[in-house]
C-alpha cells in the first residue's frame, strides 16, 4: 500500500470517529440533565463560589471596592490583590473578580479602607433613644438619623438612653480614632443635674483628678453652672463613654438626674433643636480633622 493510500485509509476511519464525539457529547448533555458531574470544565470550584456571592446586589467587586476608597486604580488594585496586600474578613484574598459586602472588613496592606465618601452627622439627641446599632434595644438612635444618609455611619461614643445632647456620627475611621484615643481624644463638655448640691471638696476632688480602683480619671474642668443651683454642675472629658460621669459622681455618692452634651469639640447645639440633625459644614469636618 502507498503511502497516499495509507492517508487515504486513515482518513476514512477518522470520518467514522469524528461522529462518536457528537453522541458522546449527547451522552454528557443526558449527563448533566441527571445531575452528573462529567468534567471539571463544567463547573471548576472557584467559579462556584464566585457566583454564589456575586448573587448578592449589595456585593461589588473587590478591585472596585479598592478603588472607591481612593487607594488606587482598578487595574492597580489588581496587582496589589494578586500579591496578597488585600484581606477580607482576615484572610489574604488574591483571586481576581472576588466579591465582596459593604460591611465585610477589607484591609490594605494592614489598614482597613471604606469605600464609601466620608459623611460627618452631627444629632441632637432626645430622651429615649438607646445609642447603639443593634436593632434588638427598641428605638435607637441610628432610627433618628435614618434619612439622613445611606452611608454606614456610627455613633462616636454613648450617651445612655434617658440623656440628651450631641452625638456624632461618621464613617470615618481616622475621626473615630481621633475621639478614642486614650491620650489625646476630643473635648465633650456636659452639663449634669445632680441629686444634691456638690460639695466644695468633691468639687476640688474632681478637678485634681480621682483615683477609682486604683485608675486615675482625668477630667478638663468642672464648673458651677451659673444662676443654678449646686446640683448642676459643668464637665468637661475627653473620654467617650457614658459610664464614666456615673463612675466619677458614683465613687463621691451622687446620683445623676440628667446629662445633657452641649458641645463636643467646637461643635455646639446652635442651630440645632432637639431631635434634629445636620451634616458638618466643610469648614467644621476640616477643624474636626485637625483636633
Given at each position: 500500500m502507498s503511502r497516499q493510500q495509507g492517508a487515504q485509509g486513515k482518513g476514512k476511519p477518522s470520518?467514522?470517529?469524528s461522529y462518536k464525539p457528537t453522541n458522546k457529547s449527547a451522552d454528557y448533555s443526558k449527563d448533566n440533565v441527571k445531575g452528573k458531574q462529567v468534567s471539571n470544565k463544567n463547573a471548576p470550584t472557584r467559579q462556584k463560589q464566585t457566583t454564589s456571592r456575586s448573587s448578592h446586589?449589595?456585593?461589588?467587586?473587590?478591585?472596585?471596592?479598592?478603588?472607591?476608597s481612593g487607594i488606587c486604580s482598578r487595574r492597580d488594585a489588581d496587582m496589589h490583590i494578586a500579591v496578597g496586600s488585600v484581606t477580607v474578613n482576615g484572610k489574604v484574598v488574591t483571586e481576581m473578580g472576588y466579591k465582596v459586602k459593604l460591611?465585610?472588613?477589607?484591609?490594605?496592606?494592614?489598614?482597613?479602607?471604606?469605600?464609601?465618601?466620608?459623611?460627618?452627622?452631627?444629632?441632637?439627641?432626645?430622651?429615649?433613644?438607646?445609642?447603639?446599632?443593634?436593632?434588638?434595644?427598641?428605638?435607637?438612635?441610628?432610627?433618628?438619623?435614618?434619612?439622613?444618609?445611606?452611608?454606614?455611619?456610627?455613633?462616636?461614643?454613648?450617651?445612655?438612653?434617658?440623656?440628651?445632647?450631641?452625638?456624632?456620627?461618621?464613617?470615618?475611621?481616622?475621626?473615630?480614632?481621633?475621639?478614642?484615643?486614650?491620650?489625646?481624644?476630643?473635648?465633650?463638655?456636659?452639663?449634669?443635674?445632680?441629686?444634691?448640691?456638690?460639695?466644695?471638696?468633691?468639687?476640688?476632688?474632681?478637678?485634681?483628678?480621682?483615683?477609682?480602683?486604683?485608675?486615675?480619671?482625668?477630667?478638663?474642668?468642672?464648673?458651677?453652672?451659673?444662676?443654678?443651683?449646686?446640683?448642676?454642675?459643668?464637665?468637661?472629658?475627653?473620654?467617650?463613654?457614658?459610664?464614666?460621669l456615673h463612675t466619677i459622681f458614683g465613687h463621691l455618692k451622687y446620683d445623676i438626674v440628667k446629662v445633657d452634651c452641649v458641645a463636643i469639640g467646637h461643635l455646639t447645639k446652635k442651630d440645632l433643636p432637639r431631635g434634629h440633625w445636620k451634616h458638618l459644614t466643610q469648614q467644621e469636618v476640616n477643624t474636626l480633622q485637625m483636633l
Open positions: 470520518g467514522r470517529r446586589p449589595d456585593e461589588i467587586r473587590l478591585n472596585k471596592y479598592i478603588a472607591n460591611d465585610d472588613e477589607v484591609k490594605f496592606d494592614g489598614a482597613r479602607i471604606n469605600p464609601e465618601k466620608k459623611t460627618y452627622v452631627l444629632l441632637n439627641k432626645p430622651k429615649g433613644f438607646a445609642t447603639t446599632t443593634s436593632e434588638s434595644k427598641g428605638r435607637t438612635v441610628m432610627d433618628l438619623v435614618a434619612n439622613a444618609t445611606n452611608a454606614r455611619i456610627k455613633p462616636i461614643g454613648r450617651l445612655g438612653r434617658n440623656s440628651t445632647g450631641l452625638l456624632l456620627f461618621t464613617n470615618d475611621d481616622v475621626v473615630v480614632k481621633k475621639f478614642t484615643n486614650s491620650k489625646h481624644g476630643v473635648s465633650r463638655l456636659f452639663e449634669i443635674e445632680l441629686d444634691k448640691n456638690l460639695k466644695l471638696d468633691d468639687f476640688k476632688k474632681i478637678k485634681e483628678g480621682l483615683k477609682v480602683q486604683g485608675k486615675l480619671v482625668p477630667v478638663e474642668d468642672i464648673s458651677y453652672i451659673d444662676d443654678a443651683p449646686k446640683t448642676h454642675i459643668g464637665l468637661k472629658i475627653k473620654n467617650t463613654g457614658n459610664t464614666i
